[in-house]
């Protein structure tokens, strides 16, 4: 068997990478966990660090990046401020022209609500007063109600002296004058209804009087029919009376006298004694005088026009309390 040469074996060539991780070890730190020797390195710069790994130089690139970021933030935000605050201060400029403006146009309101209630007053009193003449002008006039239509065969003015001559029998002739006597201006109902109303007028206004006085406690009928007496009055009168009925039924129940006033009022009698009562009054004073005690919920009907009422000038600031333009709290 021929021999084998082999060649002779060649010493391998140290790879300097390997012999970097294969270098020498470091001395080892002492048992006080490498403190002793952090103590004594030395800050590496920026230049040292980008002479390092390429993970040092990254670092570095994103530091400075960071700082970029937060110039330019701060840029950004500093000028969002100043905006922000130039549209603040023209918001608060705006809202003070429109709060003075408001108040403005409160205090212009207030004055036309101000001269507006002195009108109501003022229409409502002569209204009183206009009433009150219509009713003076009718004061020695007499409604009669019941009467048929076309009754009796003369003129409507014998007939009606000949059906209240009864009531005051020792009037002479002379007190039986009157100026007119006709039907109630309005259009003629059906047979079958109610008849219209007869309205007098008495020359004397002491005749008329003496009837109505003595037509309290009798009574008069025309064939057969019942013939009822009243002072004639204004509608309006009339319809406000109306609503005062829950007085008057409160005065009857307890059998209290009472009489009808001009302008509107009631005038009870008891114990010698006059008590009003008037829509400006309060009631409960009235019935305490008469020693009546009226129902739950009683009231007079209301005879007043609504007043206006005035626009506040105070505001309300957040968080804090109602203030005036002035900045005083309001009394």
Known sequence: MPATHKSPKRGKQRDGSVAALFSAKRPAASQDGGRSSSRHKTPVSEDEMSDGNPAEADTTSILTHMREMRTYLAGEIDRSTKIMQADLMALGTRTAALE??????????????????????????????????????????????????????GSLADLVRDLLRPLAPD??????????????????????????????????????????????????????????????????????????????????NHKIQFAWGHPLKILAFLDGRTHVLQPRMDPSRFFKALGITPPDGFELPNQHPISLQHFSREWRTVGGNVRSRSGRAPT
């Not at 009339?238 to 007085?247: A, D, M, Y």
Request: positive net charge; glycine residues 4%.
């Open 100 to 153: 003075t403006r408001v108040d403005d146009m409160a205090d212009a309101h207030n004055v036309v609500v101000d001269g507006t209630n002195m009108l109501l007053r003022r229409v409502e009193d002569i209204e009183i007063q206009m009433e009150d003449l219509s009713n003076r002008t009718r004061r020695n006039n007499l409604r009669i109600r019941g009467l048929p239509e076309g009754a009796g065969e």
């Open 171 to 252: 009037l002479p002739d002379q007190a039986w004058i009157l100026d007119r006597a006709h039907r109630a201006l309005r259009a003629r109902r059906a047979e079958d209804e109610r008849p219209r109303d007869v309205i007098v007028r008495f020359l004397h206004y002491s005749t008329k009087e003496l009837i109505l006085r003595n037509n309290r406690g009798a009574s008069i009928s025309y064939e057969g029919t019942p013939i009822l007496l009243f002072q004639d009055l204004t509608p309006i009168t009339l319809q406000r009376r109306r609503e005062w009925k829950p007085v008057a039924d409160l005065l009857r």
